[in-house]
Nanobody
Framework: QVQLVESGGGLVQAGGSLRLSCAAS????????MGWFRQAPEKEREFVAS????????YYADSVKGRFTISRDNAKNAVYLQMNSLKPEDTATYYC??????????????????WGQGAQVTVSS
């Protein structure tokens, strides 16, 4: 069983930055594609960013491209989401996700094997 624990959420003003972290309790962390999804109130969960298991190719939703950066540290079993130039529309609960997908493309929700409990990010205008 894999456990994913997010941290780093909070309240920030528009234009500010936050860094989300996700710690994974799994021996073979480097074999997993890792990603971030988010869900705003009364909206469906949506893809934000993902990073492949080996070379570390990154993929982003158009809405966050150029503002958010996903990275991973396989030695620490961790994945990060650096969020800059935050906007009120970025307000959501952010979920860390792990997938066994070996494809070189963005993570699909249907491929997620494990989810974190979520971290709230609130951006005030």
């Amino acid at each position: 069983q894999v456990q994913l624990v997010e941290s780093g959420g909070g309240l920030v003003q528009a234009g500010g930055s936050l860094r989300l972290s996700c710690a994974a309790s799994v021996r073979t962390f480097s074999a997993y594609m890792m990603g971030w999804f988010r869900q705003a109130p009364e909206k469906e969960r949506e893809f934000v960013a993902s990073i492949t298991w080996n070379i570390g190719y990154t993929y982003y939703a158009d809405s966050v491209k150029g503002r958010f950066t996903i990275s991973r540290d396989n030695a620490k079993n961790a994945v990060y989401l650096q969020m800059n130039s935050l906007k009120p529309e970025d307000t959501a609960t952010y979920y860390c996700a792990a997938s066994r997908s070996q494809y070189f493309r963005r993570m699909a929700q249907s491929e997620v094997s494990y989810w974190g409990q979520g971290a709230q990010v609130t951006v005030s205008s």
